[in-house]
Nanobody, 124 residues
Framework: QVPLVESGGGSVQSGGSLTLSCAAS???????MSWYRRAPGKDLEWIAT?????????????KGRFNISARADATTSWYLQKNNLKIFSLKPEDTAIYTC?????????????WGQGTQVNVSS
């Protein structure tokens, strides 16, 4: 089993919107959740992060068109259980494999868990 499971990827036309979801499977005690993407022929790129206090951070490339939100674990309400990444006004250059990551430490740029990724294809 993978620690995080992404869903919501697919093919969409330029200008459309998409919501990607990431749910914890075997990952536990999550305090930060992030999204990365890898476009064809390019390096892994950080997109956005949200922590268990609701603080959102975005890369410069993501500001204005990406929105991350999260839901806490129902039993503890401290640890995160799921997040959504909404992408608006999609462009062909958003075509990439989008991968969810999570941390159990409040050093949110150091990931302890990774998903397998979900493909997003944007056609012009």
């Amino acid at each position: 089993q993978v620690p995080l499971v992404e869903s919501g990827g697919g093919s969409v036309q330029s200008g459309g919107s998409l919501t990607l979801s990431c749910a914890a499977s075997t990952a536990t005690h999550i305090v930060c959740m992030s999204w990365y993407r890898r476009a064809p022929g390019k390096d892994l790129e950080w997109i956005a992060t949200i922590d268990n206090g609701g603080l959102e951070k975005y890369s410069d490339a993501a500001k204005g068109r990406f929105n991350i939100s999260a839901r806490a674990d129902a039993t503890t309400s401290w640890y995160l259980q799921k997040n959504n990444l909404k992408i608006f006004s999609l462009k062909p250059e958003d075509t990439a494999i989008y991968t969810c990551a999570a941390s159990y430490r409040l050093v949110c740029d150091e990931q302890n868990y990774w998903g397998q990724g979900t493909q997003v294809n944007v056609s012009s």
